[in-house]
């Protein structure tokens, strides 16, 4: 909304409200010039009553603007979004899938009955707009949501210049965390939620710690399962090695300070965290899930493990924390004042190579160009005007117009 502008476009947004464990991302929204609309009833949970009320909602604001598009996210917004958008008349709909519930989230007599919803709502949507190809082929191919046919790629396009132009190892977020500059420290950013696994990122701790026992963790975000995590960290021992943070605006210094950040999902679109940190040149460490596969197969951007296979991440994090050169990203096994293991060599400054700076900086670039929000737009900018079948002409909310 905040690149598709006048004259061409006038755009309106609708969101839900955030639940108590959930970040809130409208002050982003309104530093990029754009004031969300905010209907409680569009958020994540489930309420029968309440979401006749919201969709009875959400139809009365479109047939107020009378747009000539409406575009939906998420699974809930894009049932109660669709069917309001074809009850008021609107030329084009379309549903973007960020990743689905079909696996990892629900027992299999519920997410049959969701299967069964997107491929009646996919009968509503004038065009669905996936991440990756493989997420098209997996809703092709796997689920049978619409066909394919009826799917447009468009990798997300997010404004990735603060992640780039980023200084590695400022200090900056472990100074106010408290964590040793020459300590490895691993990350992983997201939703404390069920799907994003983090018990498989506390369980390789263990496994990492054994072999880099200085390393430090940091959990950063929020969500319902962060009570029970906390819990298996300190029955681990591990509370004082781990930092807990909660939902952070400013990511940027976050990843300076990572040696390698993870993610552990049984189930995603394309994960930003990802981009934001290989933007900012901190190695990442993966599980091989939906989305992420092409994200990191495209330009060896990254490590892929099985989902689960804790023993496998945490492997891979090892190998990254000492350079191909022999040159240490950060402490090795003996600790500040030790001596450094036969396969952890190197320099102790926590300095990683020339060479990895040059790699972390081209792949940084790399990722830049890939998803760049400029250019994203503009793919859906000539996106809406093929399926308008003419220039837009934008809604004049919060007024009316005749088409």
Same mark, same amino acid.
């Given at each position: 909304a905040s690149r598709l502008r006048p004259p061409a476009y006038e755009s309106a947004v609708l969101c839900g409200q955030p639940g108590p464990d959930e970040g809130?991302?409208? /002050? /982003?929204?309104?530093?990029?010039?754009?004031?969300?609309?905010?209907?409680? $009833?569009?958020?994540?949970?489930?309420?029968?009553?309440?979401?006749?009320?919201?969709?009875?909602?959400?139809?009365?604001?479109?047939?107020?603007?009378?747009?000539?598009?409406?575009?939906? *996210?998420?699974?809930? =917004?894009? #049932?109660?979004?669709?069917?309001? +958008?074809?009850?008021?008349?609107?030329p084009v709909i379309i549903h973007t899938f960020h990743g689905h519930v079909f696996d !990892?989230? #629900?027992?299999?007599? +519920?997410? $049959?009955? #969701?299967?069964?919803?997107?491929?009646f709502l996919a009968r509503l949507s004038t065009r669905i707009v996936v991440l990756s190809e493989s997420q098209r082929d997996d809703l092709v191919d796997r689920y049978g949501i619409a066909p394919r046919d009826k799917f447009a790629v468009l990798p997300l396009g997010l404004n990735l210049a603060p992640f780039t132009s980023s200084v590695r190892k400022n200090g900056r977020f472990?100074?106010?965390?408290?964590?040793? =500059?020459? =300590?490895?420290?691993?990350?992983?950013?997201?939703?404390? +939620?069920?799907?994003? @696994? *983090?018990?498989? #990122?506390?369980?390789?701790?263990?496994?990492?710690r054994a072999q880099h026992p200085s390393s430090r963790f940091a959990v950063i975000g929020d969500g319902e399962c962060r009570s029970a995590i906390e819990t298996a960290v300190r029955q681990l021992g591990l509370m004082d090695t781990f930092v807990f943070t909660g939902w952070l605006r400013d990511l940027?210094?976050?990843?300076?300070?990572?040696?390698?950040?993870?993610?552990?999902?049984? @189930?995603?679109?394309?994960?930003?965290?990802?981009?934001?940190?290989?933007?900012?040149?901190?190695?990442?460490?993966?599980?091989?899930? $939906?989305?992420?596969?092409?994200?990191?197969?495209?330009?060896?951007? !990254?490590?892929?493990?099985?989902?689960?296979?804790?023993? +496998?991440?945490?492997?891979?994090?090892v190998r990254l924390l000492v350079e191909p050169s022999g040159e240490l990203v950060a402490e090795p096994v003996g600790g500040a004042?030790?001596?450094?293991?036969?396969?952890?060599s190197g320099d102790p400054s926590g300095n990683p190579s020339r060479e990895a700076l040059e790699e972390a900086a081209t792949i940084a670039g790399q990722v830049a160009a890939e998803f760049d929000i400029g250019t994203r737009a503009a793919e859906m900018d000539r996106l809406y005007r093929t399926l308008l079948g003419r220039d837009p002409v934008g809604i004049t909310a919060p007024g009316a117009r005749s088409r």
């Open positions: 809130d991302m409208r /002050y /982003y929204a309104e530093q990029c010039g754009v004031q969300p609309i905010v209907l409680p $009833g569009l958020g994540r949970d489930l309420h029968p009553v309440r979401d006749v009320a919201t969709l009875v909602g959400v139809y009365r604001h479109i047939r107020r603007w009378r747009p000539d598009i409406v575009v939906t *996210h998420t699974a809930k =917004a894009g #049932f109660v979004g669709r069917i309001a +958008a074809r009850l008021a008349g609107v !990892g989230y #629900f027992g299999p007599r +519920a997410t $049959g009955v #969701f299967l069964r919803l997107e491929r472990r100074h106010a965390c408290g964590i040793p =500059a020459t =300590a490895p420290l691993i990350g992983i950013v997201g939703r404390l +939620a069920p799907i994003k @696994n *983090h018990e498989m #990122f506390v369980r390789a701790a263990v496994r990492i940027v210094d976050v990843y300076a300070d990572l040696d390698v950040c993870v993610l552990t999902s049984r @189930n995603e679109g394309t994960p930003v965290s990802l981009l934001e940190a290989l933007a900012a040149g901190c190695p990442v460490v993966a599980t091989d899930v $939906g989305g992420v596969a092409d994200l990191l197969r495209q330009g060896d951007w !990254g490590r892929l493990v099985p989902s689960e296979d804790d023993e +496998a991440l945490a492997r891979e994090v004042s030790g001596e450094p293991s036969e396969e952890a």
